[in-house]
């Protein structure tokens, strides 16, 4: 005898009940392993969000002004208009799909040596080894391309930043009081023998 057929209704809930315990297993076993980060290089739009995104997390977390806005602007201007693939190469940093930082490596005027521009990472990213890796991949390009020193420049108020440069070998050589973006900060230049 054939078992009468469950109604419409029963049947859907018993589908969105079943959905709901696979979603609810997925998510278990994706907490479990972290979250799934993936660098990429850049495409169209993403250097007009790199430049608002450290323009408003510089100025909600450090109360920068628009000082910082505009060179970082200039930055990814310069990047564009001379890149030299060559001796250039910028990432972007994907979770979920959306960006959750940058970083970019720039040609200098000494051949020899690269700088490090523009990193940063989003709030909700930070402590996922976002900044390490977006760092390691701008040192690994680095070697790849022949330079034999990298560069960098911030300020002694990016203490998470400026943990990642020290724990992949950079040092600091040099330090001085500025005023900039609004506030008194104290530069650093950083460099990292290849």
Not at 67 to 93: K, T
Not at 161 to 166: G, H, T, V
Request: proline share 4%; with cysteine; aromatic share 8%.
């Amino acid at each position: 005898m054939k078992k009468p057929r469950e109604p419409d209704r029963r049947r859907h809930q018993r589908w969105k009940s079943l959905i709901s315990a696979v979603e609810a297993i997925t998510a278990i076993f994706q907490a479990e392993e972290g979250p799934i980060v993936r660098l990429r290089g850049l495409k169209p739009g993403d250097l007009g969000r790199v430049v608002e995104r450290q323009a408003m997390l510089y100025a909600e977390e450090y109360g920068w002004n628009q000082d910082y806005e505009a060179l970082a602007a200039r930055i990814v201007a310069d990047f564009h208009q001379s890149f030299d693939p060559l001796r250039e190469a910028a990432w972007i940093a994907e979770m979920d799909g959306r960006m959750v930082g940058s970083i970019f490596l720039v040609k200098s005027e000494d051949q020899k040596v690269a700088k490090l521009r523009l990193l940063y990472v989003e709030p909700d990213a930070r402590g996922a080894g976002v900044g390490r890796m977006l760092v390691d991949s701008c040192i690994q390009r680095g070697r790849e391309m022949g330079y034999e020193r990298i560069d960098l420049w911030t300020n002694s108020v990016l203490a998470a930043a400026r943990n990642i440069y020290q724990r992949v070998g950079f040092k600091l050589v040099d330090e001085a009081p500025h005023h900039s973006f609004g506030h008194d900060l104290i530069g650093q230049t950083w460099s990292l023998e290849l």
